[in-house]
């Protein structure tokens, strides 16, 4: 909104309505009953694959890659012991990996929009662990609904992995905080009364 409003759009005509998913059955489960880590994205520089990489060649968890992109192959033959590629897969695929893991990373290196990763891993009581870039900050309160860190620093991203591993009770926490948001914000039901307003208030507006 910040950057649209200086170059192109008046911000008093600008509405921010976040992405939004269906509600699920699924129960919470703590970090620690958990094991791998998670990527699932474009597996592309932007992207921030090449500093995630980098990073968890010295992290001690094993990360699951899904998704292709152009770097894939360039990435696949460092032959890393802890990282697995899958490819990519169905939403429902994605969905199941993101539910059983510690915590979902998140590295991306330019401007998101409102990333839908980030959602499906607040829906699915996951962790989330994120380039401090972007609108990204504003959907995620650093250590309150998810984990922040520094864009394209490796050393930063160790850090707060580590950091995560040696402090799960807490993680759990900040965890079930995300999932809280998501039902009061991101649900489908939710954000097609945001969307009614947003109507509403252009009718009112125009006929004014």
Known sequence: KQEFSR???PENKLVIKPNFLNLTEKKTQSISKKNNAIFAS???KEKGILTLVKAFTNIDINLDV?????LLNKVKKNNINNIKFHG????????????????LVFPSE???????????????????LASNIGS???IIKDKFNGILFEPGNTSDLIDKVK????????????ALNANNEFNK???SEVNYKQLIDVYEKAIKENEN
Do not use: H
């Open 88 to 103: 990519n897969l169905t939403r429902d695929e994605v969905n199941r990996f993101i539910y059983r893991s510690k915590f």
């Open 42 to 44: 474009r597996i592309s």
């Open 163 to 174: 950091w995560i591993l040696n402090n799960q009770k807490e993680c759990d926490q900040i």
């Open 110 to 128: 330019w401007y998101e929009s409102f990333p839908m990763t980030i959602l499906e891993a607040f829906r699915e009581g996951t962790l989330v």
């Open 7 to 9: 170059y192109v759009i």
């Open 136 to 138: 990204i900050k504003s």
């Open 185 to 187: 914000k991101y649900s």
């Open 66 to 70: 899904l998704g292709d992109g152009p």
